[in-house]
């Protein structure tokens, strides 16, 4: 009965618009990106996420220029019609930034990551910087661009079309056939044209379109898994009402679906739609001066109030002003008001001739809770004063049906509004437009980043949208360079769709990655723990690395690790300030690398394999006894490495490996060889009497003693670390042409520790040995399916060192391949090679220096607009406490993206990820005594800023003042902060046991 009575009564609610259903004119789905309205209108809508470009004055006039061009052409008669719709709601920003951060929480979760503090406060912290923001253009090719025959012809093959009776259901037959060629040409123009300006947009799906037009149509209703039932979709079994009427058992009526909550008037401007209070507004006189929109988002930004605006474009402005022309030329004489009109018609007639004259609707609203009829009539205040000053036009927020008003500026479900329509040259409506919304080429990304004007903008590393995943990052100290790094590499950890951690490798100069390796260390699981690890170096045995290490079972080097140690040893052999070596020592390199593995072989002939010796390795020898391996006699240590792998103990067949290959002092031996002695020994370092052999042997020694991390069998182990980070700072000295080659050796020797077998292929199982082959494969399948991530920081360090630069370079060329991301930072442009710069794909510029020269030389060198200049001049200003400002330069597949960011972290992260030294200590301390998660949570709320050198240095001041000299010291006022904290934490702890 009640169904009855609603089709009763539906008729006449349409007709007298009384309810939010009867604006409502969408009718099905034509095809998958096409809606049909009730008298056949086709409409597609287009998400617009924004331009790829920072917009200045120049580039926005050239915007402007162009569209009128490129958009312009399809508005020179009636017919066809575009309503861009831009909505703002900071109310929104909470449920969108758990969407943005689900997978980082999956991801997090699969890898048995604790970050659930920094989650929740990376959602609170950055809601208080950001609005929700959507813009669409919804494309409407009506009935009225047909001619008449067209018309009358599409009208007879409407009613050939035979259709169910079901009045109450959609009827999929509903569009004229004759607009299908029209409106696909229209939307491939609009998408064509967008492009072409830089904007990136994506042509919706009716599932998606409908739930966009829905969610704004009521946004505290917003669901992201709303879906709507149309043709082609499964018709949910129902029970039919009537045997004659059908409506009962196809797809519900769209405005049924779409009109999810009722509406009331309240007064003469408000009215209730659902759990919500709305108040709309018209513009009745536009603007004296056309505005860019940016002027209107920044006043409604600080109000920081929800709104939406609808700019209703239709084509035929020049027709539609045809009779007022007509009567304004008749009445010309009675009076000089209506010359003016008469004179102003007659020049935008003129103007139609060379540029589209078209129809210009425009319409606002904005809302609040049901229960504040106060704070919705304040925002409506506040929305028309914005809007007024806005070029100086004219706003009403009075229509006759406040209902009707709100409706006007809702997305897509009619091409009409209470609006007076305007006449104006497109050129003026393009100004309105909102063209200068910032894009990003990733929906999801593990890192977000923001706009100076509040939009999200989520970035993603290592994705398929560029062709190499090669960053710089630059910036004179203090600017927020090493927090971005590990907020980047944070990023890569949390990547969506990892289910392990993957693998990160940092070479540092200094502890600014430690916070990172601490962060993720203690998110792990006590027995994962070791797979975060932090060293800094030092030029001592404990530290030794092996470079001849080779991988498992492997009795020579690969073809990548044999080019390692030729370049190595050619180096060790370089004398300082020198350039190239002598003549002959790579070639002699590379047969002494061939020999030492040779000589030390077990199953070459004339080989000295290295003989096992009990008491070298206790967890070797402990491993011998517990799984009661017998050896041969006079076992060699490759013995113990294939029976420790035949039992499965990987791990013990890695330590007793160690002491089966070569180490540096085998070089000099290899040297001595009668096949490498009689191809070199009558070569002589330039005019000296002393042979290549011998200048070989003497350097080599010489590093043997001055290099004792590289001289003796690896004592530390880092095969099983996934996130590692190695600190230089005490093996890379500065100064003199010594100091530069000790820094290219120990850059080398981190890079192969660290990442030697990323650039294994599964074509190198053919040279490891065939028992070894299915471990080693495994190891490969893991490893190509895992991100990677090479980091080298303070990269000027390396400026005297070709080999490394030259590996750098060798490293991107081929990274691709084999899924390795990297990373150089440092503190000027100029610290890059050009190779470099011409192969990055990502620029992070997060300042310069003052001298305008170095500014130019930055755009230049990139190709930068004047606008990103400007930004480079004066908004790179360091960290302030909404965060570090950068500028952004992304290659990708979809073209050049250039944004102005600001990299906001939370309290929580900042303390995580701080590098200042005295940071550092107190976290390293309460971390030790409170736990991470507390730790972090005591210093996020007792320094907001995420530091607390301030305090400590008011603490050290006041009692330098008083002349405490002792208490005066900052370790002491360090110390005496971590105390503070332990007790607050301490005490905070006991009042909730005694809660509880």
Known sequence: MASYLQKLLMPFQVALRKSVESFIRLETADDEYTLVAEDGSLISVVKVDGSRQVIGDEEYKFLVDAATIKIGARFDRAG???????????????????????PSRQTA?????????????????????????????????????LSKTEMERAGKESKE??????????????????????????????????????????????????????????????????????????????????????????????????????????NESVVQMGDSLWAGADMTLGPME??????????????????????????????????????????????????????????????????????????????????????????????????????????????????????????????????????????????????????????????????????????????NLTTTWFDLIFAQPGAGKSVLVNTLNLGTCLSPGLSKLPYVAV????????????????????????EAA??????????????????????????????????????????????????????????????????????????????????????????????NIHLPADPYWWDVVDKMFD???????????????????????????????????????????????????????????????????????????????????DVCPQGDETADRQTSIMYMLARHVLVRSWWMGMDSLQFIPEKYRLYHEQKLQDLAETPKRLCYDEFHRTSSSSAVRGQVIRDVREGRKRGVQIVLASQLLDDFDDDMIDLATGVWVLGAAISETAVDNIRDRFGLSDTAKNIIRFKLTGPRAGGAPALF?????????EQHLINTLGPVELWALSTSAEDVVIRNRLYTRLGAGRARQMLAANFPGGSARSEIKRRVMMRADKGEAKSALMSAVMEEIVEELVAAGKQKLDKSEVNT
């Open 80 to 102: 066809q019609a575009l309503q861009v719709f831009f909505v703002r709601d900071p109310d929104r920003v909470v449920p969108y930034l758990n969407r943005q951060i689900r």
């Open 109 to 145: 979760e699969a890898s048995d990551l604790d970050l659930n503090d920094l989650f929740d406060e990376r959602v609170r912290h950055m809601s208080r910087y950001l609005s929700y923001e959507e813009c669409y253009f919804v494309l409407w090719t009506r009935p009225s661009v």
């Open 161 to 266: 079309k035979v259709w169910i009776n079901a009045g109450y259901g959609q009827n999929p037959l509903a569009a004229l056939d004759a607009l299908r060629n029209r409106h696909k040409s229209y939307v491939t123009s609009i998408l064509s044209a967008l492009d072409e300006l830089g904007i990136k947009s994506t042509l919706l799906e009716v599932h998606d379109a409908l739930r966009a037009v829905r969610d704004n149509l009521y946004p505290d209703k917003a669901n992201e898994k709303w879906r709507a039932s149309l043709p082609g979709d499964p018709i949910a079994p129902r029970a039919p009402l009537s045997s004659a009427d059908m409506s009962d058992v196809i797809w519900p009526p769209l405005r049924q679906q779409l009109a999810v909550g009722d509406a009331r008037i309240v």
């Open 290 to 463: 056309a505005s860019p929109f940016p002027m209107l988002l920044n006043r409604l930004f600080d109000a920081g109030i929800p709104y939406r605006i609808s700019f209703l474009i239709e084509g035929g402005g020049a027709q539609a002003m045809a009779f007022r022309a007509f009567a304004a030329t008749i009445l010309g004489v009675t009076n000089a008001l209506n010359k003016q009109i008469k004179y102003s018609l007659e020049g935008l007639e003129a103007m139609s001739r060379n540029e589209p004259v078209v129809r210009l609707r425009v319409s606002f609203a904005t809302w609040a809770p049901r229960d504040r009829m106060d704070l919705v009539q304040d925002r409506l205040s506040t929305l028309v004063q914005a809007v007024e000053s806005w070029g100086y036009c004219q706003v009403s927020e009075f229509s006759g049906d406040p209902l009707d008003c709100v409706m006007s500026s809702a997305m897509g479900i009619h091409c009409a509004g209470t609006a007076p329509p305007a006449v104006a040259p497109m050129r003026e409506v393009m100004k309105l437009l909102p063209w200068q919304r910032p894009s990003s080429p990733f929906e999801f990304g593990a890192m977000l980043f923001r706009t100076p004007d509040g939009k999200a903008w989520p970035y993603q590393t290592g994705t």
């Open 507 to 530: 070479i540092d100069i200094g502890p600014s990655s430690s916070g990172l390796i601490s962060l993720v260390k203690e998110a792990l699981p006590p027995n994962r723990a070791h």
């Open 534 to 627: 932090y060293y800094r170096l030092q030029m001592a045995h404990q530290y030794a690395v092996n470079p001849f290490d080779t991988q498992l079972g492997c009795r020579q080097p690969l073809m990548d690790e044999r080019s390692y140690l030729v370049e190595l040893l050619t180096l060790l052999c370089t004398p300082p300030g020198h350039e190239k070596p002598y003549d002959g020592i790579q070639q002699l390199a590379g047969m002494v690398v061939d020999e030492m593995y040779r000589w030390r072989d077990d199953v070459a002939a004339n080989a000295e394999p290295r003989p096992y010796l009990p008491r070298l390795d206790n967890e070797v020898d402990d491993a011998i006894q517990k799984y």
């Open 647 to 729: 039992i499965g103990q990987y791990h013990i067949a890695a330590l007793a490996q160690r002491h089966a290959v070569p180490t540096l002092s085998d070089a000099i031996t290899a040297s001595r060889r009668p096949q490498i002695r009689s191809l070199l020994e009558e070569t002589s370092v330039g005019f000296s009497s002393e042979t290549v052999i011998n200048a070989f042997e003497r350097m080599i020694t010489s590093a043997t003693r001055e290099y004792p991390i590289l001289s003796s069998v690896t004592q530390f182990d880092i095969s099983n670390t996934r996130v590692c980070s190695l600190d230089l700072m």
């Open 889 to 897: 330069v992304l290659g990708t597949n979809e073209g050049r993206y």
